[in-house]
């Protein structure tokens, strides 16, 4: 267990913002809407995930804000404008790209976290959680998908037929 726990999760959600300025204003603008969609979306999740007491998180960064807080908002939110960023269009890379993410944040990170007294999984075993990991990053995938086939057919595609 760590003395400064606080500490850890600043790091946790504001480390990440420092890459933000190296995704460029075109990935940030084209990526941010899906990646705010998913980070939601575990919001959302992580309701269900303290009733059923999936995992646990010991320290918070704030005392009426979830324990996934500065998980979701640092490296979950920026996370996923990196990974679409380098991998959206090539679909096979998208999943392998989140596989070995996925899996890092399953073992080593969240072991790292454990010993530190910030979190620990209860109810859920990490196989699960590699399959919800999988079905999220699959709706990332399709969210961003749906809304560029959206913005191209609202946009420049129809200007081209009339």
Same mark, same amino acid.
Not at 56 to 63: A, D, G, I, N, Q
């Given at each position: !267990?760590t003395k400064?726990?606080?500490m850890?999760?600043w790091?946790? !959600?504001?480390v +990440?913002?420092l890459s933000?300025?190296?995704?460029?204003k075109?990935s940030i603008k084209?990526?941010?809407a899906? @990646?705010l969609f998913i980070?939601?979306?575990i919001r959302?999740?992580s309701?269900?995930?303290?009733k059923?007491?999936w995992?646990?998180?010991?320290?918070?960064?704030? +005392?009426k804000?979830r324990?996934?807080t500065p998980l979701?908002?640092?490296?979950?939110l920026v996370g &996923? !404008?990196? #990974?679409?960023?380098?991998t959206?269009?090539?679909?096979?890379?998208?999943?392998?790209?989140? =596989?070995?993410?996925?899996?890092f944040f #399953?073992?080593?990170? @969240?072991?790292?976290?454990?010993?530190?007294g910030l979190f &620990?999984y209860v109810?859920l &075993?990490?196989t699960?959680? !590699?399959v #919800?990991f999988?079905?999220?990053s699959?709706?990332?995938?399709g969210f961003?998908?749906?809304?560029?086939? #959206?913005? =191209?057919?609202?946009?420049?595609?129809?200007k081209?037929k009339n």
């Amino acid at each position: !267990m760590t003395k400064h726990p606080r500490m850890w999760l600043w790091c946790i !959600m504001l480390v +990440p913002w420092l890459s933000v300025p190296f995704l460029g204003k075109k990935s940030i603008k084209r990526f941010f809407a899906a @990646s705010l969609f998913i980070t939601l979306l575990i919001r959302l999740e992580s309701y269900i995930a303290e009733k059923r007491k999936w995992w646990w998180f010991y320290e918070r960064l704030f +005392p009426k804000a979830r324990g996934e807080t500065p998980l979701l908002w640092g490296q979950y939110l920026v996370g &996923s !404008m990196w #990974i679409l960023k380098y991998t959206y269009g090539h679909f096979l890379k998208f999943l392998l790209v989140n =596989f070995f993410t996925d899996l890092f944040f #399953i073992f080593p990170f @969240s072991d790292f976290l454990k010993k530190l007294g910030l979190f &620990s999984y209860v109810r859920l &075993s990490r196989t699960r959680v !590699m399959v #919800i990991f999988f079905v999220k990053s699959l709706l990332l995938y399709g969210f961003q998908f749906i809304k560029e086939n #959206i913005t =191209f057919a609202n946009g420049a595609g129809l200007k081209q037929k009339n």
